[in-house]
Each structure stands twice: as structure tokens, then as C-alpha cells.
């Protein structure tokens, strides 16, 4: 665009009519001033504003100012001079004196110039053009030079009315001096065949053969909108303007579909859309190109051309081709031309620069002719005269959206694919994700690293460092990150390497000190944060700091120079693998499928950042772990931001819940050893000739008893311990720490225990508090925390390693565009509830049962439960004799049967304490000889009538509810819930650690179109399998009981939830369980569409709120829902989180379309996944994860009481197969699996 470059004797004197008015000062002016400071305005050039209304010029250049953006100093100055270029003058549209005294101002300001051109800028409304334009031609116009006149759309309102202002015009100006700007420009220019030549006529005369070739838009192309008030109400509806007739239907959203008959477009449809209040301001045409006929790829995407007119200004091209080399899958490649990036240091104008700027070369091109004006309203004018006709209803849509919620149906069965979705409110969430802005555009190389012997991790790392350091002896300029197991990262390519490493067997680990409680402390008791022996719980955690990521150079140790005992470990490293690192960038980008290449870089990256990290502080998994910031808990543990650095009696103490050394010898010797297996210490006997183990068990003799021989006599460990090492035992009676030989011995007293070791087993209740209370934050507390550790800690910008791989990490989270979903009305319903029994497996008397079964039943009632009578049996029972427990429940079956005059429906039971093996024998007698429910209620919370607290007793009415038949909550809309969809989860629990139990299966499958009544399925499969083994089977019986449910009829939809998978495990689920889904459906002669979205809860996203979008917790909102910029570049995903928080950080869950033969929109899968959250019934509000998937998580875990089978020891090497036929679950009785027995 080259700048206009008049003479000196020239002068040009721009008027903008309306200069009062919003349009002027936020699009005329800002576009001048544009012009103005890239040399685009003649030199000679003075504006004029001229308005109905009387403002001083102060006034009125104030106003301009605030709505120009300054980017430096340089441009305060170019702004003072283009202000005192622009001067203002009122007068009345209608009053040739206003125009006379108008025309005076112009000419002041053209005196002395040979040539004086005029550009009258109209942006006034069509009532007044008459009047304007008569009194512009009549007293304003120029005769030494050109005069121009834009007019600003409306122009008109249908073809009538724009022939009426066209021939009005016409009387005062020819048709080359008329310029109009319109919404049809970029549909002719995108359309057009090629003009002859680029001259304006030619540009023109193709442009108006588009418009001719367009048919008349009929109502159902059209699609209508209107804006309501935004969700937070800070933003008004339309019709809350009140210059706005009330119940005003003008729209303020329009789609449209146009079809154009001609040759190359017959079929094509071309679809506009525009709108006011919408999420985002932007201009783009997309052109999808067909679905190639008989693909030979599966899953790829369209194929699309892209012009982005504004903002950000690009054309490129995605299409799919396939992988080089000898892959035989598609990926994705783009011709990307960004003018940002390509012409970073040219200024592009935006819309209204270019319009002025072309007025004033007289640049015609760009600007529509009348006849193109005629052939556009011919077009809208029939729609027009049926919408007034009609009194058509604009289809409402929420302020800051990106339009109605039927948009994407709109444009979607037009055949156009839509990627992500529109419902809800429009919001910006902050993410714990720092983007990868840079990466080396060379290859990698990936290393094969064999140390011998084999070492642990942390031995590993600590020896690699020397072998780098050794490498750096030939190679100085190589830095390579290592995984601290056998692979090695660098963009240095070296030849293969072998020598020995020596290292000190023991390095003791630091851990700074912990600080006293202060007296404000909020849980005081124990002096200090682990305090003394007898005192409380007491201590406050320590505030969060930084660690240093400083990692200080590598020594090279040689036998002579090391101390203590020492290990030598041979090196072999040899390359095996070049690796892209720009393939992990344009996959991101969406510019490529997740291919192997793909995910070899996204490791190597992944090590490069964790590298450091892991040589300074204790890793565990993908996670890694300071000791500053620690925070004591009970049981001598520590939380780290496992256990802490003490004698091992201390720990045993704290664990035992001891007063004293004195009382641990009075400690079952099987909780004692539980206690200690497993446990790494540390000898302290010997000074600086320290021993590391883990203890493998305790021995059944004392230091007293345990005997050796030594120098030909026996000797107690007692006395060697005095002996050798002067070290009289305190403690001779206890047992002694046995290391994995089963042989050697220590006295527990010598131990201290290894710091920085993770904890494995489950803590106990008073643990899990603590570290509840230890590791609560709020989000922006978190945020903060986060954000400071990549700043001050991670330093990721100035780590070598990232430095040598050309990482460059943006120091600031992603905040990114984000939806709250709008929440469904929950419903209730209740069964009846008539033939019950309580059973007291506590110490109560019978009238003290009575009164707390009395006040039960009478607070459930008044929550909504039916119960006709109150009288029901009630029993005392011993828990201490399995026979008394087995009795005690029949009984209470077979009385309420009997007495209540129909088959007992539940059975209530009061325990003493939260004991797991009463627990599930009661479960086990009723659920697998009785064939009924059982609701359990712990007696501290109910055993006193007048302190039973609602919040508890209801929550055991919702369970008690369920357990009945009923559904507790229901929503008043779920999507395709009248369509006969049936509702699946799955998931599968697997042994602990150590256990070779098998793995249990558990899938659920909804029978009403509620979503709230399943039967359950379970079974145990091979040792920690995570692929569903007996699918089909269990598929074949849901879709069995379904049709038996629902009258013979089988589901015409199926939504299946698969939990518990990773990524890694998707292309199996996606080729296995679906094809025996499939399998199921063919034999059941079930023609549904299958639908399977995968669910995950592990993974470390995190979403924070901006602009006060939060919960009462400091949480994003329930219904918030993310999907784009950090999901799947070509997958279909969303990230949601669902439930609103109670304390500390949310975690949302990840939802993964593996498999859709729906075809289902983003609006439709989010809002389901939504509503289905608040069907858990054990919740009042929305969980944190659908129903489905909920309730087979919760049956896996509580079917394993059920499984029965003989022990297999640890050590033992085990087949899956053998495992499986070892154990099985124990058979319920008969009707219970269509119950909801484990809510």
C-alpha cells in the first residue's frame, strides 16, 4: 500500500459527518490517526468533524485521544500533531446556513493552494443522507479539486428503500464519486473467477456476476439470534437497552447459507455469519474440502483453506498426506503464510485505513457500483418482507458467546465439520501449563546408557553426572539429560563411550531443620513441628520457599580421593536413535498426527526438563520432591512439597501411638513387624561407616537371645554390641531389624530412619487428616506457588540443558478462552420404604436402640423418604462371634418380613467404629446368602439422638434411598434421554503392591431413560490386567437385561465411559473392547449407535479463575469446560470440571472420544458429560466425574471384599492365568445385581 503523495500546492480537507457519535471515535479517528502516523495522509491535510452536538474542541480532541492506543513516546508526539490537524463544527443536517458556515471552516483551512480535494465521510443514518448529501453538494463542495463521499452501512433496507437513498444520492453526485463498503465483498472476492485485469471496472463486473448467480435466501437457510444479558449480569441483554422497544425481535445475530448457480459452485454451500456481542471479534473464510471418497486413512480431518482477514492476518492450507517412510498413516501438513510472521516489520491497516485510503487514491476496486448494490438487495429482499411478515423469533443466545446454541447443529448438517462448542458462557481460565515457545529445529540424539553392576535411580543419576563430566573431557560443548535408568539425550552426536565411574557408596542427604511452632500455631501440642513424645498433634507447616535449582559442578572421583566406602560402575553408552524435535512443535500446532516420532521428542523433552529437577530432589514417578516447605504429620511422617529423619524408635512410637521405648515391648510382635517392614534405614553404630537397607522383617528373638559365634564362643547381640562398640543397648528385650538376607541383624535402637523415602502403604485416618490439612491450598495460593517456582526455582530459561536443546519456556501460565456450561435442574423421587429391621452391633440398651431408631426414621422422613411405620424389629447383637453377627442379620430378615407383612427390603446396622472386617462380613452374609441391602451407620454419629447431625444422617438417607430402588436425583433434561440411550460405565481395580490378587472388573449399564437405575457386573480377571477380558459377555447380559426392562425394545444409543486407561492404552481400547462391544450388539441383533468416551482423573491440569469467575473455594466454577489450545490438537477431547470445590485445589477431568457413531457435537458431549454428573445420588451436587463411570469405580473397589481364594505369598512367581483360577468373587444371591448395593 504505498503512501499518497500529493504536491506541495495540494491540500486535502477530510469532513466526517457524525463525528459525534460512538462509530467516530472508536473506528473513523483511530483509523485516521493510523494513516496519519504511517505517512498515509496527504501532507497538507486538515479533518473536520462536524455533529448535531455543541462540543468544545478541548472537549472533542480529549475524546479522540482515549480511544487511540500509544505504543511509545514517539507516537505521544505524532498524536499532538495529528490533534491539532482535527478541529470540530455543530450544525443541523437540514440547514443550508450550518452547511454555509461548514463550508467557511473547510475553506480556511485550503487557502493559498492551487488544488483543494474534499472527502465527506458519512457515518450518519439513512434518515438524514437525503439532507446531507443536498446540502454537501449545494454549499461544500469543491470546484479546484475532487470530491469524494463514503457512506457508511445501512444502506437501506431492502431493495426499495436502497434504490430510493441511491437515486437520492444520484441527484447530487456522480456514481464514481459514491463509495460504499458491504457485507457481501468477501463472498464476491472468495467466489469471482478471475478478472481480465486488476483495473476496478473488471474487479466489479465479476463481482456482480457472483451476486446475479445467487439465489434468494429462503427462511430455513437463515438462522436468527438475539443477545440476553451476560451470565454474571455486568453486561445488559438487547432488550434491556432502554432505547430498545420492548419485546423487540430485530436480531442481532445472523447465519445464512448461500448457493450459487454456476459451474464451479453448484452444491457448494457458502455460509456468513456475523454478530454483535459475540465472544470474539474476528473475519475468516474457511473452505473445507470434501471427505475423499473411499479413504484408505481412518480418523483423519478435512482438508481446509483458511483466509483470516482479520485479526492476525494469514492464509494457509492443512491437508492430510501421508507419513514419509515406511509408516502407512496420514498426518497433517500446513502452507502457512502469516503476515505477522512473514512481514513482521510492516504495519497491515486494518479495515477502515484501507477503506479511507482508498478514497483518497481513488481506488474504486474495493467499493460496490450500483448495480452490484441491486443485485445484493435482490438477494435479501424476499427473506426481508417474510421475516416482517412472519414476526420471526430471534433464537437467544448469552453475551460473550460465540452465537446461539443451534449454530453448530446449523452449519454442521450443511455438511460442515465444527470443532469445539458454543453453550454457555464465555470465560478466561488460567492453566498450569507453560508453553513451549522454542525448539531446536535440529536433531537429537538419543543414547543407550548400560551401567554395571545395576544400581538404583539415585546412584545412577549421581554416577551419571561424573560420566558427563568425563564426556565434556573430549566433547566440552555436549550437555546430555538423562532418565536416570538407561537413556541419555543430547544434540551433541558422540562417538560410543565406555569407562568406569567411581562413586561414594553413601552420600548423606541434607535436610534443613524445622522451625519451632510459634505460639499462634493452629495446631499447637508438640513444642515444635514433631514436638516432644506425650504432647498433641500440634505445629503449623512451614511457609512455602523456592528451593535452589543450582547444580553445582561434577566431581570426578578416583580411589584415592574418595572416602569411605566406595562403588565402581562401568559405563557403555551407544547411540541408538536420531530424533526431531520439530515434529513435536508442529504437532502441537495441530500440523501433524501423534505419531512415533512425535512421542520419542515429547520424551525427550520431557527428560530434558526433568533433568535437573531430578539430580537435585527426591523423584518419585514423573513427580519430583523438595524437602523445604515440609510439614510434619502424625505417624513420624513428613509432607513433602515420605518419611522423616528420626530414630527409628521415635517412628515406631509415633506409629504405635506409644507413650514410651518401654511400651513398644509390650506391642503385638505382628503389629510391631507390620510397622517396620519395608522401612529403609540407616545405621548409626559405627560413625561415619554407615549401612543402608530396607528391613525385610523383625526377628522373633531379642538382642538378649539372639546368639552367634565368635572367636569359638557364643555371643549375644547385647553383648557384641558392648563389646565391639562400646554401645550398651537400652533396650535389649526388643526385636531386631533383619536386612533381605534374613541373617544379618541390627538392634531397632541403632537405626535411624533414611530420609526422603516415600511412604507406599495406606496412611490411617489421623494421617490422612493431617496431610489433608498439610497440603490444602487455596487455588490462588497454588498459583502463586507455582508461578514462583518457575521463576525463582525451575529458572527453566537459564538451565543449561533446556539452553542447549533451544528451549525457551514462557515464565507465565496459559490463560486461555474457557465456558461455564449451564447446570440442569436436578429432581427428586423416593421409594417406599416398609418392611425394614435395625440391627445394634454395639453395646445399647433396648430402649436407648428404640429412641436412636426413632429419631433415624423421623429426620428421614421429614427429608422426603416414605415410611409408613415406624415399627419395625429391632436387635442387639455380640460382633466378637461371626455366628452371632450371621444370626443376628437373618433374624432381623426373616422378623421384618414377617412382622411388616412383606419381604424385608433393607436391613439397618449401627457398628462401633469404622472396622473393616465387620463391615464386610455384613455385606458378605446379606449381599451373598440373604439377597438383601444393607445400610452400615457408625455409632459415634448416631448412638446419641440429640446431637445427630443432619448433614450425616442425611447423607446416609441418599445411600439408604438408592439401595431402596429409588433415584435420589434426576435431571429434567439429558440429552437423548427419550431416544433409548443406554448408559455404561466401566472400570477395573487392581491389587496392591506386593499382592498377587487378581484384577476386578466392574460395568455398570443404566435400564430406564433417567439415567439413574444400573445393574452392576462384575468379575475378577488375570493380575493386573487393564483390558476388560469378559466384555462381550457382560455386554451381551446388559443389553439382555435392558430389553428385558424396557418391554422388549433394546437401546438405540449406547454411551460407554471407560475409566482407570491412559493414553498409552487407547489404541488397544479403541481396536479390542470396542470390536467386542460390537461383537455383543451383533448377537443381540442391536443396531445402536455406539458412542465410548474415555475418563481421566490422573494427570496433573489444573485450571485457576480469572476475573472473580469462581466458587466460594476459590475454584473455577462448576460447568467450566476447556477445549481448545491445551486438548488434543486433532482429537476430540474437552477438559471439564464439573463440581464445585469444598477446600484446596479441584482437579477437572479429562473426557476422550475414542469412538462415536453418533457423531455427536461438542455442545451435545459436554452437556451430557455435565448432566450426568449430578446423577451420582450420594452427592446433592455435581461430582467430579460422570455417574457411570462413578458407580463402576465404586463397585470395582467394593466388589474385592467378595473375592475368596488361597494365599499366595509374595515371593511366589505367579502366572495370571493360575491366579485367575485361584481366586474368584463370591456369588450374590439372586436379584441383588439389579440393585445399586455398593452406594
Known amino acids: 500500500m504505498a503512501p499518497v503523495s500529493p504536491t506541495k500546492s495540494d491540500h486535502c480537507c477530510i469532513i466526517v459527518l457524525g ?15 493510523g494513516l496519519y502516523r504511517n505517512n498515509f495522509l496527504p501532507t497538507n491535510v486538515h479533518i473536520i468533524g462536524y455533529a448535531r452536538s455543541k462540543i468544545e474542541l478541548g472537549e472533542f480532541r480529549k475524546r479522540i485521544s482515549s480511544k487511540i492506543k500509544l505504543h511509545n513516546d514517539k507516537e505521544k508526539v505524532l498524536l499532538d500533531e495529528f490533534l491539532a490537524k482535527c478541529t470540530y463544527e455543530s450544525g443541523s443536517y437540514d440547514d443550508e446556513a450550518a452547511y454555509k458556515k461548514l463550508n467557511e471552516a473547510v475553506e480556511k483551512t485550503q487557502i493559498g493552494f492551487a488544488r483543494t480535494d474534499r472527502i465527506f465521510y458519512m457515518a450518519l443514518p439513512p434518515s438524514v443522507f437525503a439532507a446531507a448529501s443536498h446540502g454537501l453538494k449545494s454549499q461544500v463542495y469543491t470546484t479546484t479539486g475532487t470530491n469524494r463521499i463514503i457512506v457508511e452501512k445501512p444502506f437501506g433496507k431492502d431493495s426499495a428503500s436502497s434504490k430510493v437513498l441511491g437515486d437520492l444520492l444520484a441527484k447530487n453526485w456522480h456514481e464514481d464519486e459514491v463509495m460504499q463498503n458491504h457485507l457481501l465483498q468477501i463472498l464476491t472476492i472468495v467466489a469471482m473467477e478471475k478478472p481480465v ?100 486413512y481412518k480418523d483423519t480431518t478435512r482438508n481446509e483453506l483458511v483466509i483470516r482477514v482479520q485479526p492476525q492476518e494469514a492464509v494457509y492450507m492443512k491437508f492430510m498426506n501421508k507419513m514419509p517412510g515406511l509408516s502407512n498413516t496420514a498426518t497433517i501438513s500446513e502452507l502457512d503464510l502469516s503476515y505477522g510472521k512473514r512481514y513482521g516489520d510492516i504495519k497491515i491497516p486494518d479495515a477502515y485505513e484501507s477503506l479511507i485510503l482508498d478514497c483518497l487514491k481513488g481506488d474504486k476496486s474495493n467499493f460496490v457500483r450500483d448495480d452490484e448494490l441491486d443485485a445484493a438487495w435482490k438477494i435479501f429482499t424476499p427473506l426481508l418482507h417474510e421475516l416482517e411478515a412472519k414476526k420471526v423469533q430471534p433464537e437467544p443466545y448469552t453475551f460473550g458467546t460465540r452465537g446461539p446454541a443451534k449454530l453448530n447443529q446449523f452449519v454442521e448438517k450443511l455438511g460442515y465439520a465444527h470443532n469445539g462448542g458454543i453453550a454457555g458462557k464465555n470465560i478466561r481460565v488460567a ?56 537413556n541419555a539425550y543430547s544434540l551433541t552426536n558422540i562417538e560410543n563411550q565406555n569407562f568406569e565411574v567411581i562413586i561414594p557408596d553413601l552420600v548423606d542427604i541434607e535436610i534443613p531443620e524445622l522451625p519451632r511452632a510459634e505460639r ?46 566406595s562403588l565402581t560402575l562401568k559405563f557403555a553408552i551407544r547411540k541408538t536413535a536420531t530424533i526431531s524435535l520439530h515434529d513435536l512443535l508442529l504437532f502441537a500446532k495441530g500440523k501433524t498426527v501423534e505419531s512415533e516420532g512425535v512421542l520419542h521428542a515429547a520424551t525427550a523433552l520431557s527428560v530434558v526438563l526433568r533433568h535437573i529437577p531430578s539430580m537435585l530432589f527426591t523423584p518419585v514417578g514423573s513427580n519430583f520432591f523438595s524437602p523445604v ?42 503389629q510391631l513387624d507390620k510397622a517396620c517392614r519395608g522401612v529403609n534405614c540407616i545405621t548409626t553404630h559405627r560413625g561415619d561407616q554407615k549401612q543402608r537397607f530396607s528391613i525385610k522383617r523383625l526377628s522373633k528373638d531379642s538382642a538378649l537371645t539372639m546368639k552367634f559365634e565368635k572367636d569359638g564362643r557364643l ?39 533414611q530420609p526422603a523415602q516415600r511412604v507406599k502403604e495406606k496412611l490411617n485416618g489421623n494421617q490422612t487428616a493431617d496431610m489433608i490439612r498439610a497440603t490444602v491450598q487455596r487455588p490462588s495460593d497454588r498459583r502463586r506457588q507455582i508461578e514462583d517456582a518457575v521463576i525463582e526455582s525451575l529458572k527453566y530459561n537459564e538451565n543449561p540443558y533446556m539452553k542447549s536443546f533451544g528451549v525457551k519456556v514462557e515464565p507465565k501460565m496459559m490463560e486461555i478462552q474457557s465456558r461455564i456450561l449451564p447446570a440442569p435442574k436436578v429432581l427428586v423421587d423416593t421409594p417406599l420404604m416398609d418392611s425394614f429391621a435395625f440391627v445394634f452391633f454395639t453395646r445399647v440398651s433396648t430402649n436407648d436402640a428404640r429412641e436412636v431408631k426413632d429419631t433415624i426414621l423421623r ?159 462384575c468379575r475378577a480377571q488375570g493380575h493386573r490386567r487393564e483390558l476388560i477380558e469378559d466384555l462381550e459377555a457382560v455386554m451381551a447380559q446388559a443389553l439382555a437385561d435392558y430389553k428385558r426392562a424396557n418391554r422388549g425394545n433394546l437401546p438405540k444409543r449406547i454411551v460407554f465411559f471407560r475409566d482407570g486407561i491412559g493414553a498409552g492404552q487407547f489404541k488397544e481400547v479403541r481396536e479390542i473392547e470396542v470390536e467386542h462391544i460390537k461383537e455383543a450388539m451383533a448377537k443381540a441383533k442391536c443396531d445402536a449407535l455406539l458412542t465410548l468416551i474415555v475418563v481421566q482423573k490422573r494427570h496433573h491440569i489444573r485450571l485457576f479463575p480469572i476475573d472473580n469467575n469462581q466458587d466460594r473455594s476459590g475454584n473455577c466454577c462448576s460447568g467450566t469446560v476447556i477445549d481448545s489450545n491445551v486438548v488434543h490438537p486433532t482429537e476430540f477431547n474437552f477438559i471439564l470440571q464439573s463440581h464445585s470445590g469444598l477446600q484446596g485445589m479441584s482437579r477437572p477431568t479429562i473426557y476422550h472420544v475414542l469412538y462415536d457413531e453418533a457423531k455427536m457435537t461438542s455442545d451435545e458431549c459436554q452437556q451430557l458429560c455435565y448432566s450426568l454428573c449430578f446423577l451420582a445420588e450420594r452427592a446433592t ?59
Open 19 to 33: 463525528a459525534s457519535g460512538d462509530l467516530a471515535f472508536k473506528k473513523t479517528y483511530p483509523a485516521l490517526f
Open 197 to 296: 485485469t486488476l483495473d476496478s471496472e473488471d474487479v466489479r463486473n465479476e463481482k456482480v456476476k457472483v451476486l446475479r448467480a445467487i439465489k434468494p435466501l429462503e427462511l430455513d437457510h437463515v438462522l436468527l439470534g438475539q443477545y440476553s444479558a451476560s451470565a454474571d449480569g455486568k453486561e445488559p441483554g438487547y432488550l434491556d437497552d432502554p432505547t430498545v422497544p420492548k419485546g423487540s425481535i430485530t436480531p442481532t445475530f445472523a447465519a445464512a447459507v448461500f448457493n450459487i448457480n454456476n459451474e464451479r459452485w453448484e452444491g457448494v454451500p457458502f455460509i456468513l455469519k456475523c454478530g454483535k456481542a459475540l465472544n470474539e471479534q474476528k473475519t475468516e473464510v474457511r473452505i473445507q474440502f470434501k471427505d475423499v471418497a473411499g479413504n484408505i
Open 431 to 486: 492453566v498450569n501449563i507453560f508453553p513451549v515457545t522454542q525448539i531446536s529445529s535440529s536433531d537429537a540424539f538419543q543414547y543407550d546408557v548400560q551401567i554395571t553392576p545395576d544400581v538404583p535411580a539415585e546412584k545412577a543419576r549421581r554416577a551419571f553426572r561424573q560420566a558427563e563430566a568425563i564426556i565434556k573431557q573430549s566433547y566440552p560443548n555436549a550437555w546430555f539429560a538423562f532418565d536416570g535408568q538407561k
Open 520 to 565: 499462634d500455631s493452629n495446631r499447637g501440642g508438640r513444642g515444635g513441628f514433631r514436638g516432644g513424645r506425650g504432647g498433641g498433634r500440634g505445629g503449623h507447616s512451614v511457609p512455602y520457599v523456592p528451593p535452589s535449582m543450582e547444580l553445582k559442578p561434577a566431581i570426578i572421583y578416583t580411589k584415592d580421593t574418595v572416602v569411605g566406602k
Open 629 to 670: 516447605g515440609r510439614t510434619p504429620i502424625s505417624g513420624g511422617l513428613e509432607v513433602w512439597r515420605g518419611k522423616g529423619n528420626m530414630p527409628l524408635l521415635d517412628y515406631l512410637m509415633e506409629v504405635l501411638n506409644c507413650r514410651n521405648e518401654n511400651d513398644l515391648s509390650r506391642i503385638p510382635a505382628q
Open 715 to 753: 555371643v549375644s547381640v547385647a553383648d557384641y554390641f558392648q563389646d565391639e562398640f562400646n554401645w550398651r543397648l537400652r533396650y535389649p528385650n526388643l526385636p531386631l531389624a533383619l536386612k533381605a538376607n534374613g541373617k544379618t541383624a541390627f538392634p531397632l535402637e541403632c537405626l535411624t530412619i
Open 859 to 1017: 429426620k428421614w422422613k421429614q427429608y422426603g423418604m416414605d415410611i409408613p411405620n415406624f415399627d419395625c424389629p429391632i436387635l442387639v447383637a455380640n460382633p466378637q462371634s461371626e455366628l452371632n453377627v450371621k444370626g443376628a442379620l437373618m433374624q432381623a430378615y426373616h422378623e421384618a418380613s414377617k412382622n411388616m407383612r412383606s419381604r424385608c427390603k433393607i436391613i439397618l446396622c449401627i457398628v462401633e467404629n469404622n472396622g473393616k472386617a465387620l463391615y464386610e462380613q455384613i455385606k458378605r452374609v446379606t449381599l451373598c446368602e440373604g439377597g438383601i441391602v444393607t445400610q452400615v451407620m457408625v455409632g459415634k454419629h448416631v448412638l446419641n439422638p440429640r446431637n445427630i447431625k443432619d448433614q450425616y444422617i442425611c447423607n446416609v438417607a441418599m445411600k439408604a434411598n438408592i439401595k431402596l430402588g429409588g433415584g435420589t436425583n434426576h435431571v429434567d433434561h439429558l440429552p437423548f434421554q427419550n431416544e433409548g440411550t443406554m448408559f455404561c460405565g466401566a472400570d477395573v481395580t487392581h491389587p496392591s503392591p506386593g499382592s498377587n490378587a487378581p484384577s476386578i472388573v466392574a460395568v455398570v449399564a443404566s435400564t430406564d431413560n433417567q439415567a439413574i437405575k444400573y445393574n452392576t457386573y
Open 1181 to 1239: 451436587r455435581a461430582i467430579s466425574m460422570v455417574s457411570p463411570a462413578y458407580r463402576a469405580q465404586l463397585a470395582a473397589y467394593y466388589a474385592r471384599m467378595f473375592l475368596e481364594g488361597e494365599d499366595i505369598s509374595d515371593n511366589a512367581s505367579v502366572r495370571s492365568e493360575d491366579v485367575q483360577m485361584k481366586f474368584k468373587l463370591t456369588p450374590f444371591a439372586p436379584g441383588v445385581e439389579n440393585k445399586m448395593y455398593y452406594m
